[in-house]
Nanobody, 121 residues
Framework: VQLQASGGGLVQPGGSLRLSCAAS????????MAWYRQAPGKQREWVAT?????????LDSVKGRFIISRDNAKNKNTVYLQMNSLKPEDTAVYYC??????????????WGQGTLVTVSS
């Protein structure tokens, strides 16, 4: 299983970034997908989930700013996170994974490579 996030970087407050996460070795077309993040010195937290039908759940603090989407094409198997109006408190390493047990607290697979997002002027 590989879950490889990319697209992070340094951005000024108010800026935008689009993260991608390429998944392999999982049943991408059968699973919900989610983004998580871990800020410095804090526990990892759930950010957003998209299910197979395209229904979305988003953390309250990013609602209206972050948009999760997915590409189920066989040669893509990618989930995206469009992040707009970024704030310094969005600074974190971002990861994707498959949520487990229908909630946001557990994931199915070991954490893959995350991507660092730094929001700073």
């Amino acid at each position: 299983v590989q879950l490889q996030a990319s697209g992070g970087g340094l951005v000024q407050p108010g800026g935008s970034l689009r993260l991608s996460c390429a998944a392999s070795g999982i049943r991408f077309n059968l699973d919900d997908m989610a983004w998580y993040r871990q800020a410095p010195g804090k526990q990892r937290e759930w950010v957003a989930t998209i299910n197979l039908g395209g229904s979305i759940q988003v953390l309250d603090s990013v609602k209206g700013r972050f948009i999760i989407s997915r590409d189920n094409a066989k040669n893509k198997n990618t989930v995206y996170l469009q992040m707009n109006s970024l704030k310094p408190e969005d600074t974190a390493v971002y990861y994707c994974n498959v949520p487990a047990y229908g909630g946001t607290a557990f994931v199915r697979y070991s954490w893959g490579q995350g991507t660092l997002v730094t929001v700073s002027s």
